[in-house]
């Protein structure tokens, strides 16, 4: 199995970037699809984004398209989520996740991170 941590998370104003990764270990990430979950207080856990395993797939929910990029570096075994133009309902814990099936990782991934906190200052 394939163990996950998150890193990048911390205050940021509106309007501004961030970058949080999520690195491999156990497995390399090249085996498995991989997306970001965010769940800000108060709210049902939302899926961000999702890479297919092969990368030719990708998924964002519509709140995020143009200003949010997810990327995987397999040579590191780390994926990324780059986050630009950043608003504050965007405040929330982020989670990578990672799972062999393009589906299930959208709907139930089997391995999670610890989750980091984005928080977005108005």
């Known amino acids: 199995q394939v163990q996950l941590v998150e890193s990048g998370g911390g205050l940021v104003q509106a309007g501004g970037s961030l970058r949080l990764s999520c690195r491999a270990s156990?497995?390399?990430?090249?085996?498995?699809?991989v997306a970001w979950f965010r769940q800000a207080p108060g709210k049902e856990r939302e899926l961000v984004a999702a890479?297919?395993?092969?990368?030719?797939?990708?998924y964002y929910v519509d709140s995020v398209k143009g200003r949010f990029t997810l990327s995987r570096a397999n040579a590191i075994n780390t994926v990324s989520l780059q986050m630009n133009s950043l608003k504050p309902e965007e405040t929330a814990v982020y989670y990578c996740?990672?799972?062999?099936?393009?589906?299930?990782?959208?709907?139930?991934?089997?391995?999670w991170g610890q989750g980091t906190q984005v928080t977005v200052s108005s």
């Open positions: 996740a990672a799972d062999p099936s393009w589906r299930t990782v959208r709907v139930n991934p089997t391995y």
């Open positions: 890479l297919s395993l092969t990368g030719d797939t990708t």
């Open positions: 156990g497995r390399s990430i090249r085996y498995y699809a």
